[in-house]
T-cell receptor
Framework: GAGVSQTPSNKVTEKGKYVELRCDPI?????LYWYRQSLGQGPEFLIY????????DSGLPNDRFFAVRPEGSVSTLKIQRTERGDSAVYLC???????????FGPGTRLTVL | AQSVTQLGSHVSVSEGALVLLRCNYS??????LFWYVQYPNQGLQLLLK??????LVKGINGFEAEFKKSETSFHLTKPSAHMSDAAEYFCAVNTGFQKLVFGTGTRLLVSP
């Protein structure tokens, strides 16, 4: 079956601009996660959705970052006033929640110039 | 808080040699442990996971890992390396708070 998909695969933007990153989870998965992977590092947790609600957003670095999942399926990660330090690969994962396996998408590589 | 330490940012082996990638975790509660592999410009693929059913876990592509509570370790092994195993490997822990906490990764290099 289809895996987790993310669009765009690459995004180049200028400092100060607004960006949206999209994640389509595996059909039927109730849990959705966003991670950020900087060069040479492991992924770092940003936010977790169970259904439509954000159950844990403790990893969002500041209020420029926001994510939604209005219908409990597709999710969008939104970054306002981008900074060069936001450059990273943003990974989305989905699963059935609790300690079930998280299935990752290919990521969106964000470059802020 | 839980954490993961992967010893060795790079490991080099010859094709056919034993692969050993080390992972130690810190957790105040019984953990769920995972190994993921990442090929260049791709997402993370699950190799195997430990969820307390058995201490020796077998995964895909001939990999396995053993959970040792006394050593707080979950090392990944493969008896004979293939060129196609060259990739970045990540160990991760989940203690029931949903989020995975990852190590910094180990890049496996396989030479002919």
């Amino acid at each position: 079956g289809a895996g987790v998909s993310q669009t765009p695969s690459n995004k180049v933007t200028e400092k100060g601009k607004y960006v949206e990153l999209r994640c389509d989870p595996i059909s039927g998965h109730t849990a959705l996660y966003w991670y950020r992977q900087s060069l040479g590092q492991g992924p770092e947790f940003l936010i977790y959705f169970q259904g439509t609600g954000a159950a844990d957003d403790s990893g969002l670095p500041n209020d420029r970052f926001f994510a939604v999942r209005p219908e409990g399926s597709v999710s969008t990660l939104k970054i306002q006033r981008t900074e060069r330090g936001d450059s990273a690969v943003y990974l989305c994962a989905s699963g059935q929640g609790f300690s079930d396996t998280q299935y990752f998408g290919p990521g969106t590589r964000l470059t802020v110039l | 808080a839980q954490s993961v330490t992967q010893l060795g940012s790079h490991v080099s082996v010859s094709e056919g040699a034993l692969v050993l990638l080390r992972c130690n975790y810190s957790s105040s509660v019984p953990p769920y442990l995972f190994w993921y592999v990442q090929y260049p410009n791709q997402g993370l693929q699950l190799l195997l996971k430990y969820t307390s059913a058995a201490t020796l876990v077998k995964g895909i592509n001939g990999f396995e890992a053993e959970f040792k509570k006394s050593e707080t370790s979950f090392h990944l092994t493969k008896p004979s390396a293939h060129m196609s195993d060259a990739a970045e490997y990540f160990c991760a822990v989940n203690t029931g708070f949903q989020k995975l906490v990852f190590g910094t990764g180990t890049r496996l290099l396989v030479s002919p």
